[in-house]
């Protein structure tokens, strides 16, 4: 599946682009503001939309390794069979996919605040209360809050996930995203199929200090799939470590991505 593809910026000296992938919910346009301060500093910076995400095509989730051929039938219809990768939570989950089954495509990678484990985070439940949700003629912004305010919240979550609304004059209204696809293989993006390969190439694991989705406890299961990793962690935040800390996120990603080890 070809995925829909946000480029800014232009390799200055044939390095190889960065891609990025995003979380659960998400999209291309949540890299935003990152996108364009990697791409500023003569880089080619491309920024993805996941299957059932963004404006990308709808299909099945039946597997990581399935949506990491997704990347690499992207990147190659682009015309690049080498990147430098960079995935967030379920992204992190394809970025750690595409390492170990297409090792070729990667010059390193790194993996915002999340491990090749399985997760219990609630998932399912934003899904159904998003499909429940009752779209009515007219419908406004805060009355569709509103409506799913017993079921998420947390207003914040209610807004990340309303990004994905469309409202108003725009036809037809209703849910941009696949989210019978996505809650139907919820499964699957909670989880995590092994992969009986190793990828020896530069790794960055980059987590949240506030977070609890990489413990110490994971460390060697990350150290098995990638005996090159190096570890960071931002301090303050919170497992939208780009979000909560973004200064801090730029300052220890992109040395690696430019080409330091350490």
């Given amino acids: ?9 232009e390799a200055a000296d044939g390095r190889p682009p960065i891609v990025l992938l995003h979380g659960l919910f998400g999209s291309a346009r949540n890299w935003g503001q990152h996108q364009k301060t990697l791409g500023a500093g003569g880089r080619l910076v491309i920024a993805l939309d996941l299957r059932n995400h963004g404006d990308s095509p709808h299909g099945p989730v039946t597997s990581y390794a399935a949506m990491a051929e997704d990347v690499a039938e992207t990147l190659e219809s682009l015309g690049h069979r080498l990147c430098r990768l960079l995935g ?19 010059d390193r990678v790194v993996v915002a605040d999340i491990a090749p484990r399985t997760y219990e985070h609630g998932n399912a439940d934003l899904a159904a209360a998003m499909r429940g949700l009752e779209i009515t003629p007219g419908m406004t912004r805060a009355e569709a809050s509103a409506a799913l ?36 293989g919820m499964s699957v993006i909670e989880g995590w199929q092994p992969v009986p390969r190793v990828y020896d190439g530069p790794a ?3 987590t949240g200090g506030r977070s609890d989705y990489v413990p110490e406890t994971a460390y060697p299961d990350i150290r098995a799939l990638f005996p090159a990793v190096r570890f960071a962690t931002l301090p303050d935040a919170g497992h939208w470590l780009h979000v909560d800390d973004p200064a801090g996120f730029l300052a220890a990603v992109t040395p690696f991505l430019d080409g330091a080890e350490a």
Avoid: C, D, Y
């Fill in 1 to 9: 599946m070809r995925l829909n593809a946000i480029s800014f910026g």
């Fill in 88 to 106: 967030h939570s379920m992204g992190g989950k394809v970025a750690m996919a595409l390492a170990l089954s297409r090792p070729a495509l990667l």
């Fill in 204 to 206: 960055l694991f980059i």
């Fill in 149 to 184: 305010a017993s079921r998420i919240p947390n207003a914040m979550i209610r807004s990340f996930l309303m990004l994905n609304l469309r409202l108003g004059n725009t036809q037809p209204n209703g849910w941009r995203i696949g989210l019978s696809e996505i809650a139907e």
